[in-house]
């Protein structure tokens, strides 16, 4: 019976652990992409997009390197397409959102 409680216990701590190891930053940064992204984009490793045209935050460092991506946060992300809103962060929201989309690479 303690055998059987401690094996459950070591599984559970394994479970969380990987929510437990990211920093604040990254916290928020996927709170961010939670509040602003996830309605058309992937904003974890495995998830399909909401919106099929709409690529997962997953591959954007295919696409560029995840580092540049600060400057058009700041200065406003604008698309050829109306469905994409056009975003502008302060510093703090970038370096949040940059350091997620960093554990995603």
């Known amino acids: 019976m303690l055998r059987y ?5 070591l599984i559970g701590l394994l479970l969380i652990t990987p929510a437990l ?4 930053v990254e916290r928020r940064g996927k709170a961010f ?12 490793r495995v998830s399909e997009s909401p919106l099929k045209i709409a690529p997962p935050l997953r591959t954007l460092h295919q696409r560029y390197p ?8 700041a200065e406003g992300i604008y698309t050829g397409h109306g469905d994409m809103p056009a975003f ?6 970038i370096h949040d959102l940059l350091s997620y989309l960093k554990t995603l690479e």
């Open 21 to 24: 190891a990211a920093s604040t």
């Open 66 to 73: 995840i580092e540049t991506l600060g400057e058009a946060l």
């Open 5 to 9: 409680a401690f094996s459950q216990c």
């Open 33 to 44: 992409a939670q509040a602003n992204c996830a309605r058309c984009h992937a904003i974890d």
């Open 88 to 93: 502008e962060l302060n510093p703090e929201q």
